[in-house]
């Protein structure tokens, strides 16, 4: 072993033999239990960020812990390729072919992960811009479209200013793009959706199998299905054939209704107003609401602004005819769009009816009182008893929730009704690079879907990118000219592209048969592997990417195109990395790059110091100190075995663990203590940060016992201390590992040894009885833990109650403490 620790030299060699050895690449089927560790895939931007490399080390400790635990490990990687960026340096830097730059993208990110030592398969990458992977893209759309859960239609959808594209609504983050901050408007246009609605419970209620997963994800999910149990009633429209029907989760307040408020947007609106000769009026205040964002309208510090339609509708339940408003307030996506008022009983129906000076009707009273509307400084929300309800009077309002559902049922006017705020997934974009959407319009046959022997439709090469707010391939005629599949006439192609949230929705399942031509996956290595054991990513995916990927999933599974419910068992959501208590980004200037912190210092410092600095979830500050503290660490390892090398090679394969003593003694219980601790901690909860301090102590134990007279130590137990450490490190530090592991005399790579198991009864500490004497007499006997040090047994002794009385009142002059023999007391 050279004297130097060399990273250089030594990751160079290590990455080059496990290459050639094919040491990470995994069959597809093993009588081993299997284990799916996958990290989110990455957008192929042109260069890892530190917040990939901590995402990759974490799966990669998990990986590498797993393989050596004696699992068949699977443990992938590719590229999210489609996307603006790609599209956006096409046209800033004008000549750069999206494909060309996304593909030198990745081979320049492939490389960098190489030199990571990351443990992928790389014989399983997968990019979702090729070809033979967007062939089975567009052939899963098909199947959606077969199913009826893929569909077009006209609506007002998110159109992002910037990105010159419509968004589905959880790209929209506080009225803004979620990818680029620019204001999101609302346009009409025809549109390609999801029915994800359709799994809507399913997914809500499936929330109850992701025991693995954060809790704060699976609120964040439970919130945005959003469902609610409510009734719906039919108002019928004065003096028109319309209905307004309005979606209600108070029932018990039908009694109280004095006016009726529509979202601006309501469809009916516009017949509303027709021929009253207050349409334009009408229409500035729709266009005016239109455009505020959906968190300023629900707001309650917004002003409640309502213009009346000049319609009434009658209340089925009491014959009442009350005004027809629209409201800025009122949503069109929530419920059906419309609200009914019940001024007495809503906070936000009471401050509109004050402002608007509608009537004040009470229907419920609370117990022993009696309310005055006149009176009344706000809504009274609470339960309690109805009254000015004719037939329903007196009855507690819990119970009237129910009563006037059934009799609403019983009549024709009203039913049950369960409520999402889940809408459907908008996935069309006017954008070039993204996998074609396979459908066909023709003259005669309308709708077609290209036939699956068809696919792929090919994206053209040739196409220009400015954005015009329609999809460049719609300039394209080769592209957007065909033959229709079902009549052979002429008709033109869909040039919108998919959402890439498509592209992301499957590939862990395309990993398990990465090659397949006749199918999206073979079914047999999809269910071999499925579903995912350990999933790990950012937080912010905690709606869009995980959402979809369940819904996905969902649909698959009723298709039997795979036998999984759920894709992943268990999530971890890594914090960010911080520099400065900020988060990395070319803006604030306080990016560090991965590339220069492994040229300087080597792939398995950046490694070390990432699973070190931070517990996975929690967000990690950088620090240069700690960077330069784990380099000094791998050093330390690298001189404790350089110099015993030789001497451990020819060392007894196996230390008599049991007939050791003394110092011997001990440093097999904090070898043995050491390997419980480390694999508690990565097994059990994913401590990193701790596993490595234990491993970090052990090396200053090894040092001190190295120290000790050769004659006072056993080469044996030195070896079985240095084996471990290196075991305990390699999943961290995979190259030095491996390097000390061979210089030490093994054969065959450490990534593909087995865990070290602890020993229970080297765990143990061995006691021993000693002396305790006070000026030189014998005064007590205590049993104390073997082997401490002078200091320890001296501190140890000190503290005993039975000694504490001893030297109680007198002066302690000096104490004399002889290692595992007796301490001497002087006292005066
Ligand atoms: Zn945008
Ligand atoms: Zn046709």
Redesign the pocket.
Known sequence: MKEKYDFQEVEKKWQGRWAAENLYVVPDFSDRPKYYCLEMFPYPSGKLHMGHVRNYSIGDVVARFKTMEGYHVLHPMGWDAFGLPAENAAIKHGGIHPADWTGDNIDNMREQLKQLGISYDWNREVATCHPEYYRWTQWLFLQLFHQGLAYKKQAAVNWCTDCATVLANEQVKDGSCERCGAPVEKRELAQWFFKITDYAERLLKDIDLLGGWPDKVKIMQEHWIGRSEGTEIDFKVVGHDEVITVFTTRPDTIFGVTYMVLAPEHPLVEKLVAGTGREAEIKEFVRNVSNMSEIDRTSNEIEKIGLPTGAYCINPVNGEKVPVLIGNYVLLEYGTGCVMGVAAHDQRDFEFAKKYDFPIRVVIQPPGEDLDPAAMEGAYEEEGVLVNSEQFDGMPNTEAIKAITEYLEQKGWGRFRVNFRLRDWLISRQRYWGAPIPI?Y?????T?PVPESELPVLLPREVEFRPTGQSPLAECPEFVNTV??????P?KRETDTMDTFMCSSWYYFRYTSPRETAGPWDKAKVDRWLPVDQYIGGVEHAILHLLYSRFFTKVLYDLKLVSVQEPFTNLLTQGMVLKDGTKMSKSKGNVISPEDIVARYGADTARLFILFAAPPERDLEWSDQGVEGCYRFLNRVWRLVAPLADKIKSAADDAPRAKQVGANREMLRVTHGTIKKVTDDIGARFNFNTAVSAIMELVNALYQYKELPETDRDQGVLREAIDALLLLLAPFAPHITEEIWEATGHTGSIHSQPWPVYDELAIKEEEITIVVQTNGKVRERLLVPAGLSADALREKVLGEPRVQQLIEGKKLVKVIPVPDKLVNIVIK
């Open positions: 066909v023709c003259e005669r046959c309308g077609v229709c599949p079902a009549c052979g006439g008709a």
